[in-house]
């Protein structure tokens, strides 16, 4: 302990203050052991003290997460820009839920997170996830998989690829787009 108290000495300044408060702090020993016990007390008091909602962080229901998921399908489904669900589709819902439902319904799906980023977000993960399921689907086939390569340019002069993969997933034949890219041969190559 001596060695650790002179090592940490040597990196601060030499005030009476410093020097105090590390002499100090190395006689109590740097580490205390604590048992597990000890952690789940003070998670129980944790949670007792909500300390997280009085902050205003709350967690979200899980059927609020489901409903900007289902919205995010949507648009992108549709093709439509992702600024849509804040500027179209949430005060739409939220006039009708008034309307019809009342002000508790409005109030309960002004909760649902349809900003920009957030479908985004949610868009890139359902891509990410189906992406991550046609590769468990390749994996496990027990035949080889084939791919098709198709690019085409059309009359704007945009060049366009795409990429499928066919394999065997159960007693069928699946056939999957695994990438979609486009370039505008306009701006040079």
Known sequence: MHALQCQV???QPSTSK???????????????RRTLDEFKLKRVRF????????????????PIITASYEVAYLIA????????????????????ANIMLGKAAENKL??????????RCRIDDMSDDILAQVV???VASPTKF???LDETTDVSNLSQLILFVRYVKGD?????????????NDEGS
Not at 77 to 96: D, R, S, Y
């Open 146 to 148: 084939s791919l098709q």
């Open 77 to 96: 489904k549709q093709g439509k820009p992702h600024t849509v669900g804040e500027t179209l589709i949430k005060p739409a819902a939220l006039k009708m």
């Open 136 to 138: 468990a689907d390749l």
């Open 47 to 62: 949670d007792a003290s909500a300390t997280l909602p009085t902050l205003g962080f709350v967690p979200i229901d899980k």
């Open 18 to 32: 410093t020097t105090g408060t590390l002499k100090k702090t190395a006689r109590r020993g740097a580490v205390e």
């Open 110 to 119: 002004s909760l649902v997170p349809l900003s920009n980023d957030t479908i």
């Open 172 to 184: 069928e034949i699946k056939e999957d787009s695994v990438l979609q890219a486009s370039h505008n």
């Open 9 to 11: 000495e040597q990196l």
